[in-house]
């Protein structure tokens, strides 16, 4: 059994700017990641970042996990815990965590949950022969392994991830014959989807699989045209002879502790479903506890990294700390914030919060 001031819980993009703004601010932190090395998503990412210097403007996604986790390596008040997964939250506010084959008992003063999010599916018939990847599987074989996942790709998917990914596979000399999309509009940004386009990859709105094809491992799809209900319509199924079908159709966020602690939870479809409700400084419904990153719904990078920031400032303060600085690192985050989801781009992200604050109010 342990205890610590911060108990922060994933060390992706959001997790590593909680703990960096905790600690800034005095307290002691606990930084936990189930994988061997921190920085998330963004160690698969290679594409560099939009935005200000403060979000690490034109830096290459693998490099700010490197800069952040360097940051945290320097930070006396981070202890980092490799190869820990949170196992559950209990009455008291204990957390469980499994390290390294031990079962370790952690009572934190506050909780960051940072956990990110899980992949969606698709259900299809032959939906699990071999040859069939999510898309942060293909990132991590390519961009972390250095292996190629197969010859010729078709991406389900036209949001950010599906698009980047799309390019990546192109960069590193894969096929991609075909981007598929139900929606009837790209959601990812227009620069992307330049990209893939000018390189010859058609994007298909308003398409979907229906089925896959192959004996021991994938070797072609049938897609059709879907209606606006997205039912396939009678006559438009075509098949693609593919070895690989990379599916990239949306993340769910990682809360499973925040419904152990009994945090109040809503069903919020913009960002990505159940999620809990917070107040300004992303503090849940049961005092202490925060959420920052995927977990408080589907963003980019960026916004997770500056939730993060106001997580980690408003959890230490919580605890008795804050620095003189606070007050305006505390507001430069939010303005930041409100930046990154402004224009049409953040009009989901908006929407969907819009939704949040009008789905009760938190009273800590």
């Known amino acids: 059994m342990t205890k610590t001031e911060v108990l922060v819980i994933g060390g992706g993009p959001a997790g590593l700017k909680a703990a960096l703004s905790a600690a800034g601010q005095g307290a002691a932190v606990t930084l936990v990641e189930r994988d061997p090395h921190l920085g998330g998503q963004l160690v698969k990412q290679t594409h560099m970042f939009f935005g200000s210097k403060e979000q ?17 390596a320097r930070e006396e008040r981070i202890r980092v815990m490799p190869n820990t997964t949170a196992l559950g939250y209990f009455e ?22 940072a956990a990110g999010a899980q992949e969606n599916t698709l259900m299809f018939p032959n939906c699990d022969l071999p040859g069939i990847y999510g898309a942060g599987a293909v990132q991590t074989l390519m961009n972390v392994h250095g292996v190629l996942p197969g010859k010729r790709v078709a991406m389900v998917g036209a949001g950010n991830i599906g698009v980047i990914v799309s390019y990546q596979l192109l960069q590193a000399g894969v096929e991609v014959p075909a981007i598929i999309e139900a929606a009837p509009k790209i959601g990812a940004y227009h620069v992307h989807a330049s990209k893939v386009r000018r390189m010859g990859v058609p ?20 897609y059709a045209a879907v209606d606006g209900n997205f039912n396939p319509l009678p006559g438009t199924e075509k098949e693609l002879a593919v070895d690989v079908l990379c599916i990239a159709v949306g993340l769910t966020p990682l809360i499973e502790v925040l419904f152990q602690a009994g945090c109040r939870m809503a069903y919020i479809p913009e960002l990505g ?5 917070r107040n300004e400084n992303l503090e849940t419904s049961v005092k202490n506890i925060f959420v920052a990153g995927d977990a408080a719904g589907i963003e980019e990078a960026s916004a997770a990294m500056v939730e993060g920031t106001i997580a980690g400032l408003s959890a230490a303060a919580n605890l008795g700390y804050g620095l003189a600085d606070y007050p305006d690192k505390l507001a430069a985050a ?3 914030l409100e930046n990154l989801r402004s224009g049409p ?16 109010e938190v009273t800590i």
């Open 345 to 360: 781009v953040g009009q989901k992200i908006r929407s969907g919060l819009e939704k949040l604050a009008s789905a009760g």
């Open 56 to 72: 690490y403007a034109s830096e290459r996604g693998f490099k700010i996990a490197a800069i952040l986790a360097e940051d945290v």
């Open 334 to 336: 939010r303005l930041e």
């Open 273 to 277: 479903g159940h999620v809990p409700l």
């Open 92 to 113: 008291g506010g204990s957390v469980a965590l499994e390290s390294a084959g031990r079962l370790v008992i952690v009572e934190p003063d506050a909780i960051i949950l």
């Open 203 to 222: 994007i298909y709105t308003s398409h979907t699989v229906l089925e896959a094809h192959g004996a021991d491992c994938l070797e072609s799809i049938t």
